[in-house]
């Protein structure tokens, strides 16, 4: 298993701000992720978290918006650029020890946007 | 990538055995299928993988028929911390695209 800390738990922002998010593994991992959920929605992928070089997004979301940081096996940061009241969500970190093997999930971090 | 249909939401009461299918019509040769468990303020859990026929473990039961177009993840006796969304995924195993969660099934326990 792995054990995911994610940082802030929620956060309370006004619009035109950004916020980073922290996910913290206490392993190191191949693969992490990190993913948007909407009130009472599914999960949606924003991007594949890559070391040591530039995040891969999914179609919809990009850089300038979401910066995604890996620096190493064990960490990484995505930052909510310019936040407006739609960026409202959960986000949450997640990981996986090889390709395609099941995924484990941080306790997300609850965003409100004003 | 293989879609993947479920029904929005189910109820039961304690003690019932549950079973929530999931249909994918267009799964390919190479694709597993996974279930996951979220609960309210949390991040999902995984629950169950399989390709083919049965797999047990001491969560639940996975049950795929030889054509594979459909699973069935079964909950023996649920009890009210059974009470979850539940996301059935496919995907291929060796092509990194086992990560699209569908709309999942809004199980309700009641007492």
């Known amino acids: 298993s792995a054990v995911i800390s994610q940082k802030p738990s929620r956060d309370i922002c006004q619009r035109g701000t950004s916020l980073t998010i922290q996910c913290q593994v206490d392993s190191q991992v191949t693969m992490m992720f990190w993913y948007r959920q909407q009130p009472g929605q599914s999960l949606t992928l924003i991007a594949t978290a890559n070391q040591g070089s530039e995040a891969t997004y999914e179609s919809g979301f990009v850089i300038d918006k979401f910066p995604i940081s890996r620096p190493n096996l064990t960490f990484s940061t995505l930052t909510v650029s310019n936040m407006s009241p739609e960026d409202s969500s959960i986000y949450l970190c997640?990981?996986?020890?090889?390709?395609?093997?099941?995924?484990?999930f941080g306790s997300g971090t609850q965003l409100s946007v004003l | 990538l293989a879609k993947t249909t479920q029904p929005i939401s189910m109820d039961s009461y304690e003690g019932q055995e549950v079973n929530i299918t999931c249909s994918h019509n267009n799964i390919a040769t190479n694709d597993y299928i996974t279930w996951y468990q979220q609960f309210p303020s949390q991040g999902p859990r995984f629950i169950i993988q399989?390709?083919?026929t049965k797999v047990t473990n001491e969560v639940a039961s996975l049950f795929i028929p030889a054509d594979r177009k459909s699973s069935t993840l079964s909950l023996p006796r649920v009890s009210l911390s059974d009470t979850a969304v539940y996301y059935c995924l496919v995907g291929d195993n060796n092509a990194g695209n086992m990560l699209t969660f569908g709309g999942g099934t809004r199980l309700m326990v009641k007492p």
């Open positions: 399989g390709y083919k």
């Open positions: 997640s990981v996986g020890r090889a390709p395609n093997e099941k995924l484990f």
